[in-house]
């Protein structure tokens, strides 16, 4: 049975505050988006693989999959 995946993610600009929902793509990270308000990029924090990990409501699909697997990472990026 697979666990339902959130393919939304609010994400918060560390610039200005702003909010917006982004569709995330399903088996792909996001490190590098640009926000809708302030038109700065949002970048990923270090140590973290993508955008919605480092500012997101939802980590990005390959790393919720993980969780609900039970394993750390997402596959798309390796992680100790
Ligand atoms: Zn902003």
Redesign the pocket.
Known sequence: MNMPIVLESTLC?P??G?QSVWHMPENACMWRVQ?Q??H?DIVTLPGKCCVFCSYGSHPSPPIQRAQHEGKGGCGCCSES
Do not use: V
Request: net charge positive; charged share 10%.
């Open positions: 600009c610039h200005c702003f926000c308000a302030c700065r």
